[in-house]
């Protein structure tokens, strides 16, 4: 009995040291073992590890590509145009040992490379014109941006894998000038196009109204020449068929002047009964077929 009561501690005491010693990296992570805070050995490959217990400690590190991500920034051009630059990079931890050395942990490390990009950025971007970054040469650009910082970031044990930049756009008060010097620009194009269409249409006009003009005056003249020869073939008939039967012309020339003088129940005529305007009445004489 006394015995079991000396056993069990010491199996948990084991137990508790055994659970101490072993550890287990993943396949994500790489770890590095200090004894007393001074890095002992670096451990990447993954599973089951052994480390003295109360004497060492185990720190562990991401082994995958990590994105960062810091605040945008101003940047000057060499054209003293200002513009809001939104970049992110990705990085790996390849040296454990440095890194931890340098800068101890990720926080510390995110902190330092989002510092080092800004200041790329303004250093290389600061030397282009604004056209320049908003053109395809910004890859170029960039390319020069990682260079400059994977060399910084070496120092950390860390490998920059990429620097791109997500939004660059003007301030908002440059925003709002180059809006309305744009707005003021097509204000003016449309107006000038406008004015051209005003003109065009004066001319289009005045071509037609003259075609017109042109149009009516040779038709009222083809018909004023219809017309005219249209009455002199009547004159001709009828002067044709007046010199056949004189009597019978006359005759019909007179009815034609009744006619013309007695329609209307108002009329009223005051003449001489042996006025030629009456030859015709009370005329027993017969007029030739």
Known sequence: ???????????????????????????INQAIVLQFGDPKRVIAEPGLKVKIPFIQN?????????????????????????????????????DPLKFYVSVGDERVARSRLATIINSRLRSVLGKQRLATLLSVERSKQMAIIQEG?????????????????????????????????????????????????????????STADKKVTVILANAKKQSEIMKGEGDGQRNKIFASAFSKDPEFFSFYRAMQAYEKA????????????????????????????
């Open 58 to 94: 185990v720190v562990f590190l991401d082994r995958r590509i990590l994105s960062l991500d810091p605040a945008p920034e101003e940047v000057i051009a060499s054209d003293q145009k200002r513009l809001i630059v939104d970049a992110y990079a990705r990085f790996k931890i390849v």
């Open 262 to 289: 007695l329609i209307g129940s108002d009329t009223s005529l005051i003449l001489s009964p042996d006025s030629d305007f009456f030859k015709f009445f009370g005329s027993t004489g017969t007029v030739k077929q």
């Open 1 to 27: 009995m006394k015995l079991s009561k000396f056993i069990i501690p010491v199996i948990i005491a084991i137990g508790f040291i055994a659970y101490l010693s072993f550890f287990t990296i993943k396949e």
């Open 149 to 205: 910082v994977n060399v910084e970031a070496k120092k950390f044990g860390i490998n920059i894998i990429d620097v791109r930049i997500k939004r660059a756009d003007l301030p908002q008060a440059n925003s709002e000038a180059i809006y309305k010097r744009m707005q003021t620009e097509r204000e003016r194009e449309a107006k000038e196009f406008r004015a051209k269409g005003a003109e065009m249409a004066v001319t289009i006009t």
